[in-house]
């Protein structure tokens, strides 16, 4: 009969002899050195470290650290050069360091070309010397600084290369943009600037012909010979005034006078008596000092009087003072009436020579290119037909807050009077014509930071370019430097350009 657990019981050992020998092969297997395994391994984690290695370098040359002197600072390996921009008190300026180990090295080990490349324009390439402890490029850098830096340097037998880039003044619009905004586009390029220019100005007093007089002394108005529009000559009695002070003043001067006169009688004395050795010379000396004393205080006096504009005596009266007009002109203003008590610093009438006179004129910044000292005007009245000729002698150094415009002056002769200080006219400036090989248009003009600038339009990008103008006719102005002929710029509506730099809070960076 057979026996049913028999095949089961020879199924149960074969499994369990199986099970034997996977597990000793496996003993074996763990006991032998992996060799291929850990050379593996290792070689991946080699990989992985230059992988890493390579990360941190991209990372490094996209955004480096700062160095001792707060410029960029590069490294390969043992070598670091530190960039940076140096402008304090010098045009700004590229300036490196060298290092080695981390530690500065003479600037003379080091071998450094750097070129910069700017939108619209020709690579720039910049040579260092040593100078200090530093490399010191030979050219300026120009604002804005914004452009692509690449750099070549030599160190210890090595080159090395590195580059980084920095935007400043820049913004990205595309065409839609621009349109949208209703920005319109401009060429650079020659242009015939029409040296002519209207202004509205006043006529004014010639302040150097016109002064004010004061008494410079205390005391009560006798007499006012002459009234508001008079015309008087230089030494003309203006009013009489009698003042107890200058009473004082000639009193002291006559007994200083006096005086005088004894010092120098005893001094003629003393001397004969010496010289025909009668008295001691110490007698002499003494009278010679007191004439010299004397001589002194009579001479103070004097020049007092003299500085009031007093004499000595006035027809016999000491209170007696003669107020005179210190030039020839007209009485424009008088603020004296007989009775009044006067102080000594009041001013009391103002005399104007009005043979010449003053034409001011407000200049708004955008025409201070064309408006200069030395050029030729027509000055035309506003309420009466006619016009003279004269020439702009100044020109303020300073622009009002308020205003936001600086004051030319026209110097008009007026021999016949008919130029009333007040008096509204229009100023004609005229200069010629020239033809300039760039000039743009005078609404693209826009200030940034301390710039005039246009925006240059390259690709999809506008950029600042700081411009250094010349003339201007208020609708064209010169381009002496900056921006060169054939360029594109922003024209109307500039400004928008100007308020999206503005959002983008574009830094000065270094």
Known sequence: MNNPTKPKSWLAIAVVVALGALLGWAILQKDKPAAHDEHGHAEHAEAEGHA???????????????????????????????????????????????????????????????????????????????????????????????????????????????AYEQEEARVTMSDAQLQQAGVTLAVAGPARINSQLSLLGEVRYNGDRTVQVVPRLAGLVESVPVSAGDRVRKGQVLAVLSSLSLADQRAEGAAAQKRLALARSTHDREKKLWQDKISAEQDYLQARAALQEAEIAEQNIRQKLAHLGATATSSGSLTRFELRSPIDGIVTDKRITVGQSLGESEPVFTVSDLSSVWVEVPVATKDLGTIRTGLAVQVKASAFEAQAAGTITYVSALVGEQTRSAMARVVLPNPKGLWRPGLPVQVDVTSGQAEVPVAVQVDAIQSVRDWQVVFGRYGQQLEARPLALGRSDGRMVEVLGGLSAGEHYAAKNSFVIKAELGKAGASHDH
Not at 56 to 83: I, N, S, T, Y
Not at 129 to 146: I, M, T
Not at 155 to 162: H, N
Request: hydrophobic share 35%; charged share 25%.
């Open 52 to 162: 890493d290695e390579e990360h941190h370098d991209e990372a490094d040359k996209a955004k480096p650290a700062k160095g001792p002197h707060g410029g960029r600072l590069f490294k390969a390996g043992m070598h670091g050069l530190e960039v940076a921009i140096f402008e304090e008190g010098v045009p700004p300026e590229f300036r490196l360091y060298a290092y080695q180990n981390g530690k500065p090295v003479a600037p003379g080990q080091a071998k450094v070309t750097l070129t910069l490349e700017r939108l619209g324009r020709a690579p720039q390439v910049i040579q260092f010397k040593p100078q200090g402890d530093y490399l010191r490029g030979d050219a300026e850098v120009v604002e804005p600084h914004s452009f692509k830096v690449t750099i070549e340097a030599v160190q210890g037998g090595q080159t090395q290369r590195f």
